[in-house]
């Protein structure tokens, strides 16, 4: 396990491409069901999952006036996992089924511990999507493949978590998108920002212009799809300052001036002597461009790294 290459599995889009889609439309479903459940929080962070010690998870959600719900994706047991503050359990198996058979089955266990909820099925932020109900395409599901994805996010959310202490401004958590399927963590500058335009494709504008209501720097990472089919690591700012993409970054990082963010291939920090930290320059430097280019006050917003065990020194 001290091997940098074991830690950090690999990742190649090509291996996994149709679990891949598949797992993103399971996870829309089970992420619907929150959204549908949960109380608005500013910027859509009512919605997300988050990394689990075995894989990913919704956190509490409320079930009727006085319980909660937790859902689980267990890349370990290959199971989904549901509870309640009741005390009921259900879990459904992770195995090759539709996206369709996925969805009745999960609402019917649910309907069946009394928690009825009825999601929007289309989903959000695919090409050509199809209702979760009538979804008989999408099917696979490698195991191996669904572990080894889990398995990086374990890293990457250490990291991210890390890079997270070293900010006192208003930050998100760390947590998984599972409308673009990414892990992620925002800086705030504290200002707000001008109206954004709309027009991302998948998701609703109200949506859009809600989570981008304010001045951010963002950075994250996502496994590929059909368009960029690499496992990447990405950093953008938005409104994107003058001078921000023309700014130096960490060394195996460039912008892509299709995508409007930095990107550091997952593979490049896979094969690094240091993974850690090099993973953390590029999230460190990328963040100052988008603060330097931005005018934001660093010395109000920043502090060391955290310590475990240790108060942060004033």
Not at 85 to 110: C, K, M, N, W, Y
Not at 178 to 192: E, I, K, M, Q
Request: hydrophobic residues 40%; contains cysteine; negative net charge.
């Amino acid at each position: 396990m001290d091997n940098p290459v074991a830690v950090w599995p690999d990742l190649r889009y090509a291996s996994w491409r149709e679990t891949a889609t598949t797992l993103q439309l399971w996870t829309q479903i089970v992420g619907k069901i929150r959204l549908t459940l949960t109380p608005w929080l500013n910027h859509g962070w009512q919605v997300p999952l988050y990394v689990t010690a075995r894989g990913l998870g919704t956190s509490p959600i409320p079930a009727g006036n006085d319980e909660i719900l937790e859902i689980e994706f267990d890349f370990i047991s290959h199971r989904l996992l549901i509870r309640t503050s009741r005390g009921d359990t259900r879990e459904l198996p992770l195995e090759p089924q539709t996206v369709a058979d996925f969805h009745r089955r999960l609402i019917d266990l649910l309907n069946g511990i009394g928690v009825a909820v009825v999601i929007h099925e289309m989903p959000n932020e695919v090409p050509n999507p199809i209702r979760f109900s009538q979804d008989l395409t999408h099917a696979a599901y490698d195991t191996a493949a669904a572990h080894r994805f889990w398995r990086a996010l374990v890293q990457i959310d250490r990291i991210f978590k890390l890079f997270r202490s070293s900010f006192l401004g208003k930050a998100s958590p760390v947590h998984f998108f599972w409308g673009s399927f990414d892990l992620a963590v925002t800086r705030f500058s504290g200002r707000p920002a001008p109206r954004h335009p709309g027009g991302v494709p998948g998701l609703p504008d109200p949506v859009t212009r809600e989570a981008y209501s304010h001045e951010v720097s963002s950075a994250g990472f996502w496994p590929g799809n059909e368009a960029f089919p690499q496992a990447s690591f990405y950093s953008y700012a938005y409104p994107e300052p003058a001078g921000f993409r023309g700014r130096s970054v960490t060394h195996g990082a460039h912008f892509d001036a299709k995508l409007g963010e930095f990107v550091l291939p997952y593979d490049t920090v896979r094969g690094a002597a240091e993974p850690d930290a090099l993973l953390l320059d590029f999230l460190s430097t990328t963040y100052a461009a988008a603060a330097d280019a931005g005018g934001w006050d660093r010395a109000a917003l920043e502090c060391p790294i955290g310590v475990p065990g240790q108060v942060r020194p004033l």
